[in-house]
């Protein structure tokens, strides 16, 4: 049974940085992409940032452009999501995702019920 485990999370003043990591464990699989989403209370989960293993791509939602990265290593399944002038708005529980089948239009990255694989999630808390 594959599981994702997120890690990183935190309480982290507005200005600062985190750093969320995503390992898979409990099975082999070959993943496509990786991605990162996120919910706040009362909100629907959205999405953050993906990166395609194939094409080395990455994708942004137009909230956190210019503030995270999304990283990883496709051979470990293992993504990272470097977050730095954080805002009270990202707070959230970060969610890591994986996906096994090829992307044909980019736009489906965005998409929470295009990946095969989640984790439980990890809070992050940004103080004003």
């Known amino acids: 049974q594959v599981q994702l485990v997120e890690s990183g999370g935190g309480l982290v003043q507005a200005g600062g940085s985190l750093r969320l990591s995503c390992a898979a464990s409990?099975?082999?699989?070959?993943?496509?992409?990786m991605g990162w989403f996120r919910q706040a209370p009362g909100k629907e989960r959205e999405f953050v940032a993906a990166?395609?293993?194939?094409?080395?791509?990455?994708y942004y939602a137009d909230s956190v452009k210019g503030r995270f990265t999304i990283s990883g290593d496709k051979a470990t399944n293992t993504a990272y999501l470097q977050m730095n002038s954080l805002k009270p708005e990202d707070t959230a529980v970060y969610y890591c995702?994986?996906?096994?089948?090829?992307?044909?239009?980019?736009?489906?990255?965005?998409?929470?019920?295009?990946?095969?694989?989640w984790g439980q999630g990890t809070q992050v808390t940004v103080s004003s």
């Open positions: 409990g099975g082999t699989f070959s993943s496509y992409a």
């Open positions: 995702a994986a996906r096994v089948r090829a992307v044909v239009y980019v736009s489906t990255y965005g998409r929470r019920g295009a990946y095969d694989y």
């Open positions: 990166i395609s293993w194939s094409s080395g791509n990455t």
